[in-house]
């Protein structure tokens, strides 16, 4: 009989934002001694946020960097290991699977946890990621909020630039919707609602080149270039949401687990990928509702279903 490969972990999460804290959390409470890798964007997008005034318990909001680090320091209090680096490699088609580090060193684990997350695309103007949570958004459900009364815009041409057109005039007092192409992309009953709604404008063939900060520091105006005749307009107004998509953080695992036609991670039954004994939460597999609060529900999800798994093994119980 041969001699069972012992792993280093019982489980691994990859990722640091709400998802991943929040699976550590509750790893770390049933006793799984969790190891955290940080990943490149520590924290998450909430540590690109200014105020979270939607997450529950804080009534009067809290700063998304000062969530984060009590949401760490939290799952730090219960037992979670926090690693500083990033995974660099993933071997999932061998038991334990092996996870390589920026530094070369391999840590292999019984369970794995993808808390990856989704990066928004941006225009890459760079007035736009400078401005992020100073006017600019890619979040209208989260942010929209405080534009109430406020002229904004929204750039996207797609069902979610619609979506959060539409969403952002219950608070904004205009909404200027510009699109690089004369026809929009997205579907029908989604274009219907956007044209027959009076708040809404729409700027075609033009795309967004700059974003105006006179006041230094928060959004005036944005300029706008027609893309056919090359001139060049300026729009006063007061935030800007960013449509153009999300792109999920999951070319480390092409080929290792199924991912759908975008690069979402699948999951069935809560949060079970293909692979026994990784899960996947967060952004990485949620192409719907992308908020904070979802994303931590899943890591709580994906912690339950790797204890769960890790009981189901035949050896559960041996020291690791």
Not at 41 to 69: H, K, S
Request: net charge negative.
């Amino acid at each position: 009989m041969n001699a069972r490969v012992t792993p280093d972990r019982q489980v691994v999460i990859v990722g640091s934002g709400p998802a991943g804290l929040t699976a550590a959390l509750y790893a770390a409470r049933a006793n799984l001694r969790p190891l955290l890798v940080e990943g490149l964007d520590a924290g998450g997008q909430l540590m690109l946020t200014t105020m979270v005034e939607n997450w529950p318990g804080f009534r009067d909001g809290i700063m998304g960097p000062d969530l984060m680090t009590e949401m760490r320091a939290q799952a730090q209090r219960f037992g979670t290991e926090i690693l500083e680096s990033t995974i660099t490699k993933v071997d999932l088609q061998n038991r334990p699977f092996t996870l390589t580090l920026a530094d070369g060193k391999a840590i292999t684990t019984e369970a794995l946890i993808i808390a990856t997350g989704a990066s928004a695309r941006w225009l890459e103007i760079g007035s736009d990621r400078k401005l992020s949570g100073h006017g600019v958004s890619t979040c209208a459900t989260c942010d929209g909020y405080f534009f109430k009364g406020k002229p904004i815009a929204v750039v996207g041409g797609g069902d979610s630039a619609l979506e959060e057109a539409n969403y952002l005039t219950k608070f904004a007092s205009k909404v200027t919707l510009v699109h690089r192409r004369d026809a929009l992309r997205g579907s029908k009953i989604m274009q219907d609602k956007a044209f027959a709604n009076p708040k809404i404008e729409f700027v075609w063939n033009s795309a967004v080149t700059d974003v105006r900060d006179v006041s230094k520091g928060e959004v005036t105006a944005i300029e706008v270039q027609n893309l056919l005749s090359g001139a060049v307009t300026e729009i006063p107004l007061e935030g800007l949401f960013i449509a153009i998509g999300h792109t999920p953080n999951t070319k480390l695992f092409e080929g290792q687990i199924d991912l759908d036609a975008t690069g979402y991670i699948v999951t069935h039954e809560g949060t079970r990928t293909n692979v026994p004994g990784v899960f996947a939460a967060g952004d990485v597999q949620d192409r719907v509702y992308r908020q904070a609060v979802t994303a931590a529900g899943s890591g709580c999800m994906a912690a339950i279903d790797a204890e769960r798994y890790l009981e189901s093994l035949p050896h559960h119980g041996e020291a690791i």
